[in-house]
């Protein structure tokens, strides 16, 4: 199975600062089929269900606001909210869908400093 | 409006069973391949099982191979979980999402996802 692991477990930020939020894969990813990143993002707020931010690693999902990106290749990926907001406070997830079965990262808590 | 509705958890013992169901609604159902993620209390997500849109190929977890079932019904928008020889680690909430798979290939991404049938195993 991939193995995907975050970093980092929490993440403290102040209203209006950046984000980062890493992910690695224990393999690559990235298919030369169709030269795409096998790689989403989800946030999942306190008491809800997961929502889909981002898919093939950068492509991110209608609806979503562009503070919201996703950058990265191959084993290395990165989602970045520019500008963090107070409904952002979440847990990040990222996930592979390169082989079965899909798994998911452990998670990033973003909270509010 | 794109909706998928759990039902079906509840109290099970060690060892028994449960079908859990999810209802689908705002799209063509029979279109796309469907699949169960699972969440233990204050843990994160594990896929569970999945089934590709006609019903024939599906794959499993694991952790629930050979005691687990995943079916759809395609003239009622439905996808089942069927759980077999609970324990306690299987003490979760099971949600159903639909999955997006690109060209060929036979995993993709989950949205969007239901809100979760609570499944508890204890005695």
């Known amino acids: 199975d991939i193995v995907m692991t975050q970093s980092p477990d929490s993440l403290p930020v102040s209203l209006g600062e950046r984000a980062t939020i890493n992910c690695k894969s224990s393999?690559?990813?990235?298919?030369?089929?169709?030269?795409?990143?096998?790689l989403a993002w989800y946030q999942q707020k306190p008491g809800q269900s997961p929502e889909l931010l981002i898919y093939?690693?950068?492509t991110r999902e209608s609806g979503v606001p562009d503070r919201f990106s996703g950058s990265g290749s191959e084993t290395d990926f990165t989602l970045t909210i520019s500008s963090l907001q107070t409904e952002d406070v979440a847990v990040y997830y990222c996930q592979q869908y390169y082989k079965t079965p899909p798994t998911f990262g452990p998670g990033t808590k973003v909270e509010i400093k | 409006e794109v909706q998928l509705v759990e039902s079906g958890g509840g109290l099970v013992q060690p060892g028994g069973s449960l079908r859990v169901s999810c209802a689908a609604s705002?799209?063509?159902?029979?279109?796309?391949?469907m699949s169960w993620v699972r969440q233990a209390p204050g843990k994160g997500l594990e896929w569970v099982a999945s089934i590709g849109p006609g019903g024939v190929r599906a794959s499993y977890a694991q952790s629930v191979q050979g005691r687990s079932s995943i079916s759809r019904d395609n003239s009622k928008d439905t996808v089942y979980l069927e759980l077999n020889t609970l324990s306690p680690d299987d003490t979760a909430l099971y949600y159903c999402a639909r999955e997006h798979r690109g060209g060929e290939w036979l995993v993709g991404w989950f949205d969007p996802w239901g809100q979760g049938t609570l499944v508890t195993v204890s005695s």
């Open positions: 093939w690693a950068s």
């Open positions: 393999q690559s990813v990235f298919s030369r089929s169709n030269n795409r990143n096998h």
């Open positions: 705002g799209f063509m159902f029979s279109s796309y391949a």
